[in-house]
């Protein structure tokens, strides 16, 4: 048995997701995904950078987000299978986000959306969303 993983970024200009379209990988097994930002500091509280998955016929699960220099948020259901970790440039021009997968299992087969958001749509509830382009 198998667990395929679709890497996708967002389609914001911002991110760009530097890891091949997909992996495949045996039950039991670890994996990172690796997404470059770029246009904006993650350290700029103005943001939340994160991830999001979306196994297929069901909705998108909410795995981690950071806002700048504040602290990590994670869903509590996900923290023991996914860690979220970042480096930042002090030029804003390679800064990377992670997100370590362990322990795999066949239900972990999902699409997996690195994404940010910004203060404006957290403070507007109706238009409230990851950025994401599906």
Same mark, same amino acid.
């Given at each position: 048995?198998?667990?395929?993983?679709?890497?996708?970024?967002?389609?914001?200009?911002?991110?760009?997701?530097?890891?091949?379209?997909?992996?495949?990988?045996?039950?039991?097994?670890s994996?990172t995904?690796?997404?470059?930002?770029s246009?904006y500091?993650?350290? =700029?509280?103005?943001?939340?950078?994160?991830?999001? *998955?979306?196994?297929?016929? &069901? +909705?998108? $699960?909410?795995?981690?987000?950071?806002?700048?220099?504040?602290?990590?948020?994670?869903?509590?259901?996900?923290?023991?299978?996914?860690?979220?970790?970042?480096?930042?440039?002090? =030029?804003?021009s390679?800064?990377?986000?992670?997100? *370590?997968?362990?322990?795999? &299992? +066949?239900? $972990?087969?999902?699409?997996y959306?690195?994404?940010?958001?910004?203060?404006?749509?957290?403070?507007f509830?109706?238009?409230?969303?990851?950025?994401?382009?599906?």
């Amino acid at each position: 048995m198998e667990i395929m993983l679709i890497c996708v970024s967002t389609g914001v200009n911002s991110i760009d997701l530097i890891q091949p379209d997909s992996n495949v990988v045996q039950p039991g097994q670890s994996l990172t995904i690796t997404c470059q930002v770029s246009g904006y500091s993650l350290t =700029d509280d103005s943001y939340a950078t994160g991830w999001i *998955r979306q196994c297929e016929g &069901k +909705p998108m $699960d909410w795995i981690s987000h950071q806002w700048g220099t504040s602290g990590l948020r994670q869903n509590n259901a996900l923290k023991n299978k996914f860690s979220y970790s970042r480096d930042t440039s002090k =030029d804003n021009s390679n800064s990377m986000v992670y997100l *370590r997968l362990s322990n795999l &299992k +066949p239900e $972990d087969s999902a699409v997996y959306y690195c994404a940010k958001r910004t203060h404006t749509e957290h403070l507007f509830p109706k238009t409230y969303r990851w950025q994401q382009n599906i």
